[in-house]
């Protein structure tokens, strides 16, 4: 599941945070809050209700990768259990052109072995709180939007700073409903995450990028790391106990995991903005990173490897846009959409205690004209360098500020995550930057008009190549000596600064700063609008609904079951299998099996169950979520959607949508067969 | 060179056609006009000024494929030399998945193995003649710009009608100096035309899309073709002596070809259209098409060879408008181009007698903003299908009207090179024709957006994956008998035709229509602003100055020379450097020489010229294009220019710019040694 790249999701596709569902679920539908789980529902439909211990107990042993991903705790040691390509950024970053664990797999034979990841911050939730009231209470009916936002932003971080001081865990206010209700969800940190053992991306992500988003599906798409407390191994007291016989055809399951976001709550008018305006433009960005990758790649094979986890992600993105742009595209989901919006506004108009409501239709419309105004305004480069500097050039002005005042990502809470990133050993490269700085200046001239002032300021009389040579020669950025230095001299440092990366993102930070508070103007708008709508639902629709994702923790569930698409798919594929499907594709690259697979092929019991699917709601971000029986032991870890389940952004259908997973079987099994790791499969689920 | 793909660039690039220079040339600047060759200026900078004999005999020798590229007569007996990326598209048509003439190179060891291409048009020009008077005096002073357009196609179609019949040659009438001048091109045209010989694609694009533009080079781009009449070798009166001791360092040189597309005479406005607006949408679609091409690739090795001629051209158009637009975003580009017209309409100002033409800059402006708002209109779906849908329907109501008053494309005189295309016997592939209709039905959405009539018209209720399925099951147009039944049957036969695919065109065609004619007004004012404009510089700045291109037959010329990027770049390399290259390049993909080479590397003569480079100054088109010595002979082919060159469509400097060739000599020499074709490399020049 395609969470992983969150940098891309994030930069390129934020709009609505967190908005809620369109009406009450269906089936096997919703990513439901742990707080608020449907039992009634589970029980009428799968005679199943789990008990406030058995919550606790999947909530607990479940983990959040904050670069983007999900995973669970599978050993009172501190094993953690996620997916090859959730991993996949670590085990690149801590490759290099001699050593590339990303394509050659890694095994610690013994804990001394295990290698630190170099910024990882792993995510235990721990508890939910709402605080629906305080935050209204804080933001009066009168003010502007760009007031409101901010004094929704200052309680936020107030409730987040108290939180933090009391106790100690990471806090953060979650929007939820499009802004309908605020939960504090409060975390364990963990960020001394070591390495312990990957297979090869052959196997991980066997297909390659023809077989992603396919079914069926043969990936051992699992990585194993663990966390350390004080130089030593984590004692973890909720962990999942492995069930290698289980998620046998139509057995309930569940998956708890991060969802990324999904828009389900949006209206007509906001899904005609992302059809025709947002997600066109951002399927346009990822091709031409796409490209950009691959010619940076045609370098030579070192430049290939640099290339290969950012490209990776790319496809990723855009593979899964285009399957959730294709469902947009559709003139019958545009028509049902439009059917059940009509008869809620419909209702909402028929009722005088709702009539106040009915103008939140109108004011998304609204927000969707800004969000055109302002589409190609945003002046942040996305290169690591120059997020480095800009990220130094506001934190420098913000820390000026009472917490509570400053931008969102610098407010006290998030400080320590902020510097891991900011200050991360994992490797620069000179190159990459180069032709990414080149091409984000290009980039720039095609959003605002090559005669536009701050497009001027950008370039400094030189064309988008000359002009990122320059800054790459002449900036100090890449040490880390000189990052730590300007993280630490505050305002007077960054002004005193003569690098010319430093200087460029001080010259873009008004403008920044200007569409910052635009954006975030735009959004409280469609908060106070969505929220209404919410209210309007809850009214009308009544008793149980989820919100949309907004990477917390959720609980989905359904049947393992197959499906129909030209014949029968079945639920199941086995270890065997992938040797038949590489034969199928005459192992040609990118179906070839790594030589360890070949070399265990006799020993490797074959009718092992390997990959398989499920009727679960899930959606990107839900990658490496444990599987979980109803005795609430692990059975499998998602790993991908197949290719009609991507409209889940917008709507949830079980008809042919599956999510898929790698069998906890087939792990152990390739644990102990193929890698020579029985110690780990004896260690998991103990 | 990039004029081979003129499906991309024509489709996806038109806009001024001949545009005028901007400035009288300096240096070796300049694609002239065959009858206003610039004499003096070469025999200053060279001492030598071709006589007419040598201009006649040079043009009759030079060839132009009527698909795109360049080429020339290199034996008595017919033999055509061009490009091997030129040839591909043929090579490719005459490819199935047993016989991979592309990949794997053909040899006809005898004039009875040669094979007929299924849809080759190739012109050869006889004469020029200047029509300027004619057409203006058809064209009244007071039309409206619709009306003035539909006056000049009246008057062009007719003028060509008249000398084809007069003459029975192909008669174009050229609009030159972007509506300057209009010149009445007569051709020869060969219709049957056979493949005598290609290297394979590993030597003809060694180091594939990562050498693509870059220099130095070793590509074997060469392919040999023989041109028939009433089934015999047609017997030719002009072709190229050969001349393997030539383009030595220094030497002087020409080159004879028909660069498809310069835009020099752009005013500051035009060109931020086309930096700002044009070109950025066309990078856009063309990574799009790129992505796409990529991903059929996926499904297999046929899927590969089917798609891999349209993705290397598509690449190649990437490439070569990302360096064009690179010009553009230099603000060192803008600053002079905008000094130079302030002082060019200062003096156009200040003197009465051309105060008239003061005018024409607004109106190119008004122009610019024109084309903002149909830039998203087209209706036409860029596939092989549906391109044959729409032109059935079209020429089904076109051919009721008299010639002159037909769309430009349908008239009388053109009707041959239309048939030849519309009835072609090259393969259609069902699964690409579907990929890309879905492909373009969703960028109609894009461009036109979802809730538009005309979309909702082409996707009749389904998403564009369904609707194209649809279309493509359903529609008969894939044989090629039902297409001759419908090109014969007229109106009544495209009313009655229940093909769906003809039913889509049918929906569509009044909006083609209407767009068409916006198109057809903007450009003609445009065309008047740039007569007029072409008009001041001759009044201005005198002499001698050459139009831009117009995929019509130039000369340039220039010096054999290398340059200074990173260290000196020699002028030549050899056969020899191939190995080195390869080498250097670790037999990696795309640098892996084909077997005959390796089996011939111990017999090759290591230090034959292979690829070289000179100042003339050319562009997509010149593909092919014989660079030829004082004496007339041949030294060498054109089929590339480097990455700097490609600034060429907009302006022309000799620092680091070159154009790339094969040396004859190396042609000749693996002819003989690698390919066992002596045959035909004693058969050239004779």
Known sequence: MKRRKLYWLTTLLATVSGASAIRTSTADEGMWLFNAVPK???????????????????????????????????SSNGLVLTNHHVASDTLYKLSTAENNYN?????????????????????????????????????????????????????????????????????????????????????????????????????????????????PRYCLDVTLFRVYENGKPAKIDHFLKMDPNGAKENDLVFVSGNPGRTRRILTQDAIEYQRDVAMPRTMNTLRRKEILMQQYGLAGPEQKRRSKDDLFGIQNSRKAISGMLLGLQDPGFTASKKAEEDALRKKVAADPKLAPLAAAWDQIKQAQEKRKEWLKKPVSMRT??????????????????????????????????????????????????????????????????????????????????????????????????????????????????????????????????????????????????????????????????????????RLSYGAVRGYESNGSVPAWTTLGGAFEHEKQHMAEDPWVLPTSWKKSKDKLKSNTPFNFVCTADIIGGNSGSPVVSRDGAMVGIIFDGNIESLTADFYYTDKVSRAVAVHIAGVLESLRTIYDASHLADEMGK
Chains 1, 2 share one sequence.
């Not at 107990?57 to 670069?67: G, T, Y």
């Not at 490269?429 to 980039?443: H, I, P, S, T």
């Not at 300021?457 to 002009?467: D, F, I, Q, T, V």
């Open 384 to 553: 690591k360098l120059y997020s480095i500097a800009e990220t130094l050039v506001l934190m420098a002005k913000e820390d000026a500020k009472p917490s509570a005042e400053r931008l969102r990502e610098y407010r006290d809470s998030n400080r320590e995550s902020l510097l891991q990133e900011l200050l991360s050993e994992a490797p620069l490269y000179e190159d990459l930057e180069r032709v990414q700085l080149a091409d984000e200046l290009a980039r720039l001239i095609d959003d605002r008009g090559g005669n536009d002032p701050i497009v001027a300021l950008a370039l400094a009389g030189k064309n988008p190549k000359e002009r990122a040579n320059q800054l790459i020669d002449q900036t100090d950025l890449f040490s880390l000596e000189t990052r730590k230095k300007l993280a630490a001299g505050g305002l007077a440092g960054i002004a005193d600064s003569k690098d010319p990366m430093i200087q460029l993102a001080r010259s873009l930070e008004a403008e920044y700063r200007k569409v910052h508070e635009a954006m975030d103007s735009i959004e409280e708008q469609e908060r106070q609008a969505y929220s209404k709508i919410t209210e309007a639902k809850f009214a009308v629709g009544g008793d149980s609904m989820y919100p949309d994702a907004t990477f917390t923790l």
């Open 40 to 74: 009634t529902q589970m029980k009428a439909t799968y005679g199943f209700e789990p008990t406030q211990e058995w919550l606790d107990h999947v909530m607990l042993s479940s983990v959040r990768f904050n670069s983007g991903g999900s995973a669970s705790f599978v």
């Open 103 to 215: 394509e050659n797999g890694f095994l610690a034979k013994s804990q001394s072995e295990e290698i630190k990841a170099p910024d990882l911050e792993l995510n235990q939730l721990i508890s939910i709180e709402d605080v629906t009231a305080r935050v209204n209470a804080a933001v009066k009916a009168d003010l502007a939007p760009q007031e409101a936002a901010k004094a929704r932003q200052a309680v936020m971080a107030t409730i987040e700073k108290e939180s933090l001081d009391k106790t100690g865990l990471r806090s953060d206010v979650v929007t939820l409903f499009g802004g309908g209700r605020y939960h504090l969800y409060r975390y364990k940190k963990y960020t001394d995450v070591r390495l312990v053992w990957a297979p090869e991306a052959a196997s991980a992500f066997f297909g390659g990028d023809a077989d992603n988003f396919e079914y």
